[in-house]
């Protein structure tokens, strides 16, 4: 396995071509070429919230859902291009019902409902720890979500991209990243100037081992290779100046190029099997899950913008109750950006 590094386009060349970048990426958006979508199949178990995660309270002095402070992020944008933008949210038959009746409740959160579309997540069986189908007491398969790497063929199969002719590109991210910019001009704008059919923002690491997937080649192609994957050779690769080449982590959000996943409908990604404690019958029981990742959804491109974003702008997840990516360190992050809570 040959593996190599990819070049991004970093912070200062950003801001050298903001202009053009900014100029292509809100005609393309005036166009009504853009969709954004959010991934919000999982529940907040690991925060102690037996809900989506969208619906989580991270307020402090006041009440400020997730789904919330996403939908802010991304009126702004539309404010500005003075364009409603397409919204797609994927759920999952665990949460679908509760987060539409959420966004009902609510208002759409001041989003034109029209534009704001529901769509549920690919289900498989579970596995037993010998790989059998698991069955429960009445003999029913158990069915676990199949992570999110069938995001766009479910989306295709549900016939709501056909509501929005002019698409060409869906900018997919995820739901507990609360600093995420959608439908970002500069980043479409860069993307498309660059010749590429995809692109990723992606922020400098912290310290070589911080748990994100990189982008690079393997075998000549463009990939992204979990934490989990990188050997210490790839953590510890330094270039000449003593930079380390692999230094740039992913944060869940990409820009596809909508005829390119049609042309890889049918592709078969990688298959991850993660043992899951799944709740059945009345009691707990360790499952295997199977599941696809949208990270190797590049594997369907030739090659791939890099686009460089400042963390303390960007890239403020909400992981774990406590310690790193923690709801503690997200609010941080939202209050240095003005974003009251």
Same mark, same amino acid.
């Given at each position: 396995?040959?593996?190599?590094?990819?070049?991004?386009?970093?912070?200062?060349?950003?801001?050298?071509?903001?202009?053009?970048?900014?100029?292509?990426?809100?005609?393309?958006?005036?166009?009504?070429?853009?969709?954004?979508?959010?991934?919000?199949?999982?529940?907040?178990?690991?925060?102690?919230?037996?809900?989506?995660?969208?619906?989580?309270?991270?307020?402090?002095?006041?009440?400020?859902?997730?789904?919330? &402070?996403?939908?802010?992020?991304? /009126?702004?944008?539309? =404010?500005? !291009?003075?364009?409603?933008? $397409? +919204?797609? #949210? *994927?759920?999952?038959?665990?949460?679908?019902?509760?987060?539409?009746?959420?966004?009902?409740?609510?208002?759409?959160?001041?989003?034109?409902?029209?534009?704001?579309?529901?769509?549920?997540?690919?289900?498989?069986?579970?596995?037993?720890?010998?790989?059998?189908?698991?069955?429960?007491?009445?003999?029913?398969?158990?069915?676990?979500?199949?992570?999110?790497?069938?995001?766009?063929?479910?989306?295709?199969?549900?016939?709501? &991209?056909?509501?929005?002719?002019? /698409?060409?590109?869906? =900018?997919? !991210?995820?739901?507990?990243? $609360? +600093?995420? #910019? *959608?439908?970002?001009?500069?980043?479409?704008?860069?993307?498309?100037?660059?010749?590429?059919?995809?692109?990723?923002?992606?922020?400098?690491?912290?310290?070589?081992?911080?748990?994100?997937?990189?982008?690079?080649?393997?075998?000549?192609?463009?990939?992204?290779?979990?934490?989990?994957?990188?050997?210490?050779?790839?953590?510890?690769?330094?270039?000449?100046?003593?930079?380390?080449?692999?230094?740039?982590?992913?944060?869940?959000?990409?820009?596809?190029?909508?005829?390119?996943?049609?042309?890889?409908?049918?592709?078969?990604?990688?298959?991850?099997?993660?043992?899951?404690?799944?709740?059945?019958?009345?009691?707990?029981?360790?499952?295997?899950?199977?599941?696809?990742?949208?990270?190797?959804?590049?594997?369907?491109?030739?090659?791939?913008?890099?686009?460089?974003?400042?963390?303390?702008?960007?890239?403020?997840?909400?992981?774990?109750?406590?310690?790193?990516?923690?709801?503690?360190?997200?609010?941080?992050?939202?209050?240095?950006?003005?974003?009251?809570?």
């Amino acid at each position: 396995m040959n593996i190599e590094s990819i070049s991004a386009l970093s912070l200062e060349e950003i801001e050298k071509n903001k202009d053009l970048y900014e100029k292509i990426g809100y005609n393309t958006l005036k166009e009504e070429k853009v969709g954004v979508v959010i991934l919000s199949g999982g529940q907040g178990s690991r925060l102690g919230f037996n809900h989506a995660k969208g619906m989580y309270d991270v307020g402090i002095n006041k009440t400020v859902y997730l789904f919330e &402070l996403l939908i802010n992020n991304l /009126l702004k944008i539309v =404010n500005k !291009v003075k364009r409603w933008i $397409p +919204l797609f #949210i *994927m759920t999952s038959k665990e949460n679908n019902d509760e987060i539409i009746a959420f966004f009902k409740e609510h208002n759409y959160f001041n989003y034109k409902q029209e534009y704001v579309n529901f769509f549920i997540q690919n289900h498989l069986p579970a596995l037993d720890l010998n790989n059998n189908i698991y069955l429960d007491k009445n003999g029913q398969q158990v069915l676990l979500p199949s992570g999110n790497g069938d995001w766009y063929k479910k989306l295709k199969e549900t016939n709501l &991209l056909d509501k929005y002719p002019s /698409l060409e590109w869906l =900018n997919c !991210v995820a739901v507990d990243n $609360p +600093l995420q #910019i *959608m439908a970002d001009p500069i980043f479409v704008g860069a993307t498309i100037a660059s010749n590429n059919l995809m692109g990723a923002k992606v922020i400098e690491k912290a310290y070589k081992d911080e748990r994100v997937g990189v982008i690079c080649k393997r075998n000549g192609k463009p990939t992204i290779i979990e934490y989990f994957e990188a050997t210490e050779e790839m953590k510890n690769a330094k270039d000449e100046k003593g930079n380390y080449i692999y230094k740039y982590g992913v944060i869940l959000n990409y820009l596809f190029n909508i005829k390119v996943l049609d042309d890889h409908l049918n592709d078969n990604l990688h298959e991850y099997h993660v043992i899951k404690e799944v709740k059945v019958d009345g009691e707990i029981k360790k499952l295997k899950k199977v599941e696809t990742l949208i990270l190797d959804m590049i594997s369907f491109f030739d090659s791939v913008c890099i686009y460089e974003v400042r963390r303390n702008k960007e890239f403020a997840p909400i992981k774990n109750k406590e310690g790193i990516d923690s709801l503690e360190t997200s609010r941080a992050l939202l209050l240095e950006n003005g974003i009251e809570l």
